[in-house]
Nanobody
Framework: QVQLVESGGGLVQPGDSLRLSCAASGRTFGSYAMGWFRQAPGKEREFVSAISASGPSTYYADSVKGRFTISRDSADDTVYLQMNSLKPEDTAVYYC????????????????WGQGTQVTVSS
């Protein structure tokens, strides 16, 4: 079983940047795809971005494409989400997740979840 711990959330103004981190432990990090999801109040959890087990393949929701970048560092078992040009509609709790396979983008394909980190974008 993997443990995932997110960090890096906070309160920022529109147009600012944040970098979220997700530290993994307890399961072979490099064998599975990793993803970021988010959940705003009163809304369902939605897909944000994913990165393949080996790292070269990435995928983004249309709402964040061109603004967010996902990456992973196998040296310290960490996945990152660089978020630029943040908008108020990006406000949500952001969750890191590990999939059951080497590539995944659907919520149901992710087996392990972190506790989430709050991102608030407001002027």
């Amino acid at each position: 079983q993997v443990q995932l711990v997110e960090s890096g959330g906070g309160l920022v103004q529109p147009g600012d940047s944040l970098r979220l981190s997700c530290a993994a432990s307890g399961r072979t990090f490099g064998s599975y795809a990793m993803g970021w999801f988010r959940q705003a109040p009163g809304k369902e959890r939605e897909f944000v971005s994913a990165i393949s087990a080996s790292g070269p393949s990435t995928y983004y929701a249309d709402s964040v494409k061109g603004r967010f970048t996902i990456s992973r560092d196998s040296a310290d078992d960490t996945v990152y989400l660089q978020m630029n040009s943040l908008k108020p509609e990006d406000t949500a709790v952001y969750y890191c997740a590990q999939s059951k396979t080497t590539w995944a983008t659907r919520l149901v394909d992710f087996a392990s979840w972190g506790q989430g980190t709050q991102v608030t974008v407001s002027s």
